[in-house]
Structure formats: structure tokens, C-alpha cells
């Protein structure tokens, strides 16, 4: 069974190696929108050195047998002043090893981050937004059966 605690900074290396795997994924679906640049993987690492300092985002990591195998950050978005959604704390970051481990360690991190609403609510949050490939198959079903809703799809083209 999985672990879910707090990120460290032993961490970061196993997170930007999925998520690097998960752009490579995305990048299949769709080339342009998802298109990585080169160095995304270096990048990405410093990038959640950087979420990891900040104490409003919630980095969360599932472990099993002491090995990162999934990870989930929020953090606070603001939304467009004509919607009266609220202060927003977006999943966007949010990956597991394998894509057979959503239904496992996908779900134990999403509940866990929704346990934390009480936190997430402290802190004038309203709602969570996730964000999710529309070809990720496992994660989607993950997200639906957790009774997310969807709330919005994406169009695109090269200009």
C-alpha cells in the first residue's frame, strides 16, 4: 500500500523524472500544444525545487517501499474577476510511474489533497481545478470516478 506524505527535496528527482515521461505522453497526443522544449526535464526539476519552497502550494508524494511512485501539487490560481468561482487551487502537476497505478496511488493522492480542503479552505479556497490530458485515458477515469466534474476542454491548432 501506498504512503502519502509531504515532498522533500529527495523527492524532486523521482517527480521530474515522471512528469518528464508523462510530457513525452502528452507530447504523442497532441505535438503542438504539449510540444517539450529541450532541457524540460532540468527545467521541470527546478521548477518544483522552486513549488516546494513556497508553503501556499501543497506537494504531495505516494511511496511505496520508501520509492516515489506518484506525486500532486496545487497551487493557488486567481480566477478571471467575471467568474465568481473564487480563489482556485489548480492540480496541474500530477503524475504516477505507471499508468496502471491512477485507480491506486492516483487516488490516494487526490484524496489526500482534498482532505486538505480544510486547509485549502483556511486558506479562501473555493475550489480545485485539475488539469488532464484529454487522450490520458486512466487518469480521466480517475477524476471521474472521484466525482469531478468537467468543467472545460481545450481546441487546438498550429497558428
Known sequence: MSVVRSAIAADLDAAADMAERRRVLYESFEPVFWKRRPGSQA???AWFAHVLSKPENLFLVAEWSGAPTGFLIASPV????????????????FCVDDPALWASVGQALL????????????????QIVVVCGDKDVEKKALLAAENLSLASTWWTAPA
Open 43 to 45: 527545467m521541470g526539476r
Open 78 to 93: 486567481a480566477t478571471p474577476p467575471v467568474l465568481d468561482a473564487g480563489p482556485t487551487a489548480v492540480i496541474d502537476d
Open 111 to 126: 484524496r489526500e489533497a482534498r482532505a486538505a480542503r480544510a486547509q485549502l479552505k483556511e486558506r479562501g479556497f473555493r
